[in-house]
């Protein structure tokens, strides 16, 4: 850190190159203020890591950034489900369109208040100042139970960021661990490549969501209700927000587990209780040998809030993150965050409600 170079200030450096921080760019270059965007990898990096047969799991409507110059999957209908390809494209197109000014592959350190009031993100290598910082980093921290430590050291073991294809996998079995949006996609694959003797399931208490009612897209139903656009504090957003609690997992579309033991013959099983080198145990009292089997911890990701450093800590962050009103830092004058589950409404962390967080954050800045 003692050798960091110093970089001329900016009004806002904005932490993360996705979705919500190319929404950021865009909306601080309307309205003129200099602004850097600093990303770890590269922009969407993300996306760029989800396994080829990954298809979105937000109708298409959902899916468009602020200013876009194209629509999301103009090919398709409006409540279809893109394939990865279509999704990298658009955003593609949205970072040309946007042209934020960019600092590639520098992850950033800490970010931390300076002496004159403002801030500095730091890297290995460059300070970057800056009179406000905005955080977009999502939720990018792989997050595996307790019980994969336990694993004996022969047992093949990925977290589904690692996933890419059924060919990955050379054992004769594999445990698929957890039936949200990724352990759903990832299984179904599993199973229809039948390059496998037994594909498993162990199947979390997450809500499953038909893709259609009545013959009638979901998607349709979710446009008509508002329901991205109740904020958690409502009647039916707080009820909506219980529903999608951390507790039970974010919502997958069907196939919901039973389907796809019925369709593909998976082996469906409890959560993963403990491991040995003679046994894999599950809460159902099944048992699965540790031999010629891999793990595939779908068990989603978390958000790494450690390296903004504030000098009271308590008076910024709970254990479940932030304290802001719509993402703005009650504790830390100029800090700002956008992407976060539940920021302002139910979609606040998916691509349909990032537009406009951070629109308001982008204002809120302007306001200085």
């Not at 759903?184 to 208490?205: G, H, K, P």
């Not at 145990?281 to 793990?295: G, H, K, L, N, W």
Request: aromatic share 8%; with cysteine; hydrophobic share 40%.
């Amino acid at each position: 850190m003692l050798n960091a170079r110093a970089v001329p200030a900016h009004d806002v450096v904005i932490v993360g190159g996705g979705q919500a921080g190319l929404a950021a760019s865009y909306h601080l270059r309307r309205r003129n203020i200099d602004h850097l965007v600093v990303e770890r990898d590269r922009p969407f990096s993300a996306w760029h890591n989800r396994w080829d047969s990954f298809h979105m799991d937000t109708a298409n409507w959902m899916n468009e950034l602020p200013g876009a110059r194209r629509k999301f999957s103009p090919e398709q209908r409006s409540n279809d489900l893109a394939p990865l390809s279509v999704a990298l494209d658009y955003f593609q197109d949205y970072l040309e369109m946007v042209d934020p000014p960019l600092r590639l592959g520098e992850p950033v350190t800490a970010v931390e208040k300076d002496a004159n009031g403002g801030w500095v993100a730091r890297t290995s290598g460059d300070a970057f100042e800056a009179r406000n910082v905005v955080i977009c980093t999502g939720p990018s921290v792989s997050k595996l139970p307790k019980v994969a430590s336990q694993l004996p050291g022969h047992v093949p073991s990925m977290h589904a960021s690692e996933y890419r294809r059924p060919e990955q996998i050379t054992t004769s079995k594999v445990v698929v661990v957890g039936s949200g949006a990724s352990g759903s996609q990832i299984c179904a694959e599993l199973a229809r490549s039948q390059r496998f003797t037994a594909v498993y399931l162990s199947v979390s208490n997450n809500p499953v969501i038909p893709r259609h009612v009545l013959g009638i897209p979901i998607g349709v139903y979710a446009r008509l209700s508002g329901v991205f656009d109740m904020t958690p504090q409502s009647l039916l957003g707080r009820r909506v927000a219980r529903s999608v609690s951390d507790e039970k997992g974010k919502p997958a579309l069907t196939p919901s587990p039973a389907e796809l033991h019925r369709s593909h013959g998976v082996l469906l099983t409890g959560k993963v209780t403990g491991a040995n080198p003679d046994a894999i145990s599950f809460e159902d009292e099944q048992i699965v040998a540790p031999d010629d089997v891999t793990m595939i911890w779908c068990t989603g990701y978390g958000h790494d809030h450690s390296f903004v450093k504030t000098p009271v800590r308590e008076a910024v962050f709970t254990d479940k993150g932030p304290i802001h009103v719509r993402g703005e830092a009650i504790g830390a004058r100029g800090l700002y965050f956008v992407g976060l589950r539940l920021q302002h409404t139910i979609g606040s962390h998916l691509l349909y409600g990032v537009g406009r967080d951070a629109e308001y954050i982008a204002g809120r800045i302007a306001q200085r």
